[in-house]
């Protein structure tokens, strides 16, 4: 069986370090033999989270076809800046609808739940912002995915990655190698832990 994997970041900024961390991982997931998604957040649309609006409206559109594609997906790379320590609103903000699904044209759907996850980081300060990272993992555990105990905070990240998008120093290029075959092995394993 080929692991279908999404690979994200959550960032949308021009030029995003974070965006260049997803991409080194979308190029070792798929030289691993990976079947990857590699997509933006720009392409997923959604206002805060709100739960009148969830009542009035239901599940925005942006955040259900995400929520469908990560359905179909067995495991998920998230690239994740770090704000003030912590995971920033973009992604927390995608996190929390697509936790708010649970049904789709009738038929149940949860889409984090049994997903495998992988985290990765990029920060052009030295941690690589790795702070987020333990913050995020707990979000990721509360929504029902399986987080890897592998992840890469890669610092410095400025100047990080070379021309061919790879990661320069060894030790981060190391740390994401592992990360992503981690969650290779773990999907080809046992698929999804629905
Ligand atoms: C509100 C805010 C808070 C930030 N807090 C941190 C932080 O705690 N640690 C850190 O390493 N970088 C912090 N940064 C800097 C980001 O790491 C930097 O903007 C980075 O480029 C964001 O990733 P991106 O390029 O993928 O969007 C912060 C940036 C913003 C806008």
Redesign the pocket.
Known sequence: MIPRILVF?????S???????ADAAQLTLAQLGADVTRISLLDYPMPLVDEDLKAREGIPMGAMNLGRLISANDGIFI?S??????V?PLLKNVIDWVSLISEDDGRPLKPWNGRYVALGA????K???I??LYHLRSVMMAVGTQVLTEQCAVGG??SAFDEDGRIVDERASGMLDKTCRSLFDHCKRHGRVD
């Open positions: 970041a959550g960032s949308v900024k030029a995003s370090i974070n965006a260049k961390l690239a800046p770090e704000y003030n320590s912590s920033p990029a920060s052009k300060g941690l690589g912002g702070r987020n990240a400025g």
